[in-house]
């Protein structure tokens, strides 16, 4: 009975509705051709997205920048950094209303920035006759900080100047100095001493040493040495070498040129006027970077490095670069533009990219940058110098130097070159968008603060050089002092086979040398790339432990025949 109710009768099969033929298609009547008919949408849609793809992979793998240009222009366009619009015409001037020193004007000033009580060097430089010296302080200065003879701007003396720059810096950096130097423009400056508060100077007397005039009867009158422009492939010098330290480079070299110690065959001259950027040499500990810091270093010993006192002035010409810092380095009013220290790189970085950064623009006035010898004398506080602060000035700074030596602008006025070198330089990737905006602000507040920038000249670079003829030549074989390798004295035999050392360059300068470290590679890693980095064309290191930042990589000795 059950099974009957279950069974359906075929008279009843007969009358079940039709399946729709749009829904199902009849197996014989499946051809190829009715299939796409029937699939046409989406055998095209496939169709395209594979196309895209593997156009998209194809363009990828050429390794073509131009090859995605279409595919990118979006994002380019949301990624671009505006580049500031500033009325020249229409800046407020800004006096001093809030500090005491309203009314005070000095024409030389020394700025430093101090984070600690006043040091002994700080006190020195106050009983320096004819000078202001102006600390500027940050948030880790002491509250009750005072020394007398001296002008402490605190961070709310500096917050109610009511300088633009002021919402750019960060609190607690000696790059709060550019508050100062503004400060001291707008109370008369004409020439800023740019100092730290552990350096003596040496004899007591600036005067002595850099040339505080540049015309009148009190200017002198001798012509100075300069590096020669006949290799138009040189870009940037060492000038301790000039001064009798060979093998000891200053922060800021690149150090590919490390290497390159001899002396100069020759030099010529120029008159002076225009040296608005002088740079002095400091015994003691001179500014060196990381590098060179850790390699030199076999113990808490602390560096008394001295320089050839008696070595001539030496000015560079246009095309040539050299390291510039902010602790022992004098500006004229026709460069305080230059002083400027950016503020989106790290602060052992800021001072070498604004000295190669200014000297740049400086030939755009005609002036020029002049190393002196020894002005100053530091102590080596025996810290440790931060590597990884200086990384990227490593990798960046000889890419910058030739940026900056092709670099041209069409602008007509010096202000606006600035700005313009400043955008391109964020562009590249050498600062950021921050030191774009924190440039236009300075250009402003310089204007409001009542500096009137220089006149265009005549640029050089570019031009034919004139030939430097037989009677143009002038020698000057600097002295070999004693100095450090590698944590020994180079004195005596040590000196010569140094510089022997450096002579093989010419027979293995094109083979590369990998090594492979079986200890730890810290140290050890930075001396054999500094010490036969000179000699071979590459050092590849390799390592049971890679280390990015010294640039070793992981592999096994076996692998270094590979």
Request: hydrophobic content about 40%.
């Amino acid at each position: 009975m059950l099974v009957q109710d279950r069974f359906t009768p075929k008279s009843q099969i007969r009358s079940l509705p039709q399946t729709h033929p749009d829904r199902i298609s009849v197996a014989k009547n499946l051809d190829f051709s009715t299939w796409v008919s029937l699939n046409f949408y989406k055998v095209v849609a496939i169709s395209i997205l594979v196309v895209s793809v593997a156009g998209i992979f194809f363009l990828r793998n050429v390794g073509t920048n131009a090859a995605l240009i279409c595919l990118q222009t979006r994002t380019v366009e949301l990624e671009r950094i505006p580049f500031p619009q500033i009325d020249w015409n229409n800046i407020q001037h800004i006096s001093d209303k809030t500090t005491p020193y309203a009314s005070f004007h000095s024409e030389r000033w020394i700025i430093v920035s101090v984070s600690t009580y006043p040091s002994d060097s700080l006190r020195k430089l106050v009983r320096i006759k004819g000078w202001q010296v102006l600390a500027i302080g940050n948030s880790r200065t002491p509250s009750d900080w005072n020394l007398k003879g001296a002008i402490f701007l605190s961070l709310d003396q500096q917050a109610n100047l009511g300088f633009r720059i002021v919402d750019h810096l960060p609190y607690d950096s000696y790059i709060r100095k550019n508050v100062g130097y503004l400060f001291a423009i707008q109370h008369g400056a004409q020439k800023i001493f740019d100092a730290d508060d552990r350096g003596d100077v040496i004899d007591g007397d600036l005067g002595k040493h850099f040339d505080l005039e540049l015309s009148g009867q009190n200017a002198r009158q001798a012509p100075i040495l300069q590096y020669s422009h006949e290799n138009p492939n040189r870009t940037v010098v060492n000038p301790y070498i000039h001064f009798g330290q060979r093998s000891v480079w200053p922060r800021g070299l690149p150090l590919e040129n490390v290497g390159e110690v001899g002396h100069e065959e020759f030099y010529t001259e120029i008159y002076g006027s225009k040296q608005f950027i002088q740079q002095g040499i400091s015994n003691g500990l001179p500014d060196v970077d990381s590098v060179f810091y850790f390699t030199r270093k076999s113990t808490l010993e602390t560096f008394d490095i001295r320089f050839d006192e008696h070595a001539p002035k030496v000015a560079l010409p246009q095309g040539m670069m050299v390291p510039m810092n902010s602790f022992n380095t004098i500006f004229h009013s026709p460069a305080f533009w230059a002083l400027m220290l950016p503020v989106s790189v790290s602060t052992m970085a800021s001072d070498v990219l604004r000295g190669y950064w200014g000297q740049r623009l400086l030939w755009e006035i005609g002036g020029f940058v002049v190393v002196y010898p020894p002005t100053v004398h530091r102590y080596d506080r025996t810290e440790a110098y931060p590597f990884s602060d200086e990384k990227d000035l490593h990798v960046n700074v000889g890419r910058l130097i030739k940026f900056l030596n092709q670099w041209q602008s069409g602008k007509h006025r010096l202000f606006e070159k600035i700005l313009q070198l400043s955008y391109a330089m964020a562009e590249e990737g050498f600062w950021t968008e921050l030191d774009v905006r924190f440039t236009a602000a300075w250009l402003q507040d310089l204007l409001a603060v009542g500096y009137q920038q220089p006149r265009l000249m005549t640029l050089e670079l570019g031009r034919p050089r004139a030939t430097i003829g037989h009677g143009d030549r002038k020698e000057f074989v600097p002295q070999k002092l004693p100095s450090v390798h590698l944590g020994v004295k180079e004195v005596g035999t040590v000196n010569y086979e140094i510089g022997n050392l450096i002579q093989w360059r010419k027979n293995f300068g094109n083979v590369v040398l990998v090594m492979f470290c079986t200890g730890p590679v810290k140290r050890t890693a930075l001396e054999w790339r500094l010490l036969y980095g000179r000699i071979f064309k590459t050092v590849i290191i390799l390592s049971e432990q890679s280390n990015s930042n010294l640039a070793v990589e992981r592999g096994e000795l076996g692998q270094a025949y590979k």
